[in-house]
């Protein structure tokens, strides 16, 4: 069965410094993998997606990740916090030939202090 | 620009009531899905859609059930709503590689 494992609930950074936030899947062939972020009492915003192409893909806001097969992980990173990046942070994976389903891991939420 | 829209933002249903909760899309997407947020357990999907009439249940299907009579239109039901129901609603409709949500319905049961 696909999944998906976000190995934190909740990261805190200080402004400035780097951003990691890690996802682990399980998907029997490639999958799609993407990157969603929630802030507070807003919708779901696409940060950036993974559709076998380029491994390591940029996306909005300065985030990037990179797909890694062998460590089945899809981290996703930003050199520099700044404090409107505070927001939950959802790692996706669509498996392949399922009909567009996608599974949600259980989220990172994200703290920037000052 | 592209649009999921949810007819309500914020519901309070009573205990035993039959709920309708309504997506339209204007994206010509054949794939439409609902899913409830919980805090700490991420979005779980209830139920998902890849074309009219077609309809697959998702992990959390019980107590649940859906209508796609047209391709723009997902409606979600809870056909006898309990408080255990009371949750964050999103609907979302994709094209190959991206998913657009709605802006969510949070559902009250008392």
């Known amino acids: 069965a696909q999944s998906v494992t976000q190995l934190d609930s909740h990261v805190s950074v200080s402004e400035g410094t780097p951003v990691l936030l890690r996802c682990n899947y399980s998907?029997?062939?490639?999958?799609?993998l993407f990157w969603y972020v929630q802030h507070p009492n807003k919708g779901l915003q696409l940060l950036l997606k993974?559709?076998?192409?380029?491994?390591l893909v940029k996306g909005i806001n300065g985030f990037e990740a990179e797909f890694k097969k062998s460590e089945t992980s899809f981290h996703l990173t930003k050199p520099s916090a700044h404090m409107s990046d505070a927001a939950e942070y959802f790692c996706?994976?669509?498996?392949?030939?399922?009909?567009?389903?996608?599974?949600f891991g259980q989220g990172t939420e994200l703290s920037v202090k000052p | 620009d592209v649009k999921v829209t949810q007819s309500s933002r914020y519901l309070v249903k009573r205990t035993g009531e039959k709920v309708f909760l309504e997506c339209v899309q204007d994206m010509d997407h054949e794939n439409m899905f609902w899913y409830r947020q919980d805090p700490g357990l991420g979005l779980r999907l209830i139920y998902f859609s890849y074309d009219v009439k077609m309809k697959e249940k998702g992990d959390i299907p019980e107590g649940y059930s859906v209508s796609r009579e047209k391709k723009e239109r997902f409606s979600l039901i809870l056909e006898s709503a309990s408080t255990n129901q009371t949750s964050m609603y999103l609907c979302?409709?994709?094209?190959?590689?991206?998913?657009?949500f709605g802006q969510g319905t949070r559902l009250t049961v008392v």
């Open positions: 993974y559709t076998s192409a380029a491994t």
């Open positions: 996706v994976v669509s498996p392949y030939n399922q009909g567009g389903k996608l599974i």
């Open positions: 979302a409709s994709k094209d190959p590689t991206e998913a657009f």
């Open positions: 998907s029997s062939y490639s999958p799609s």
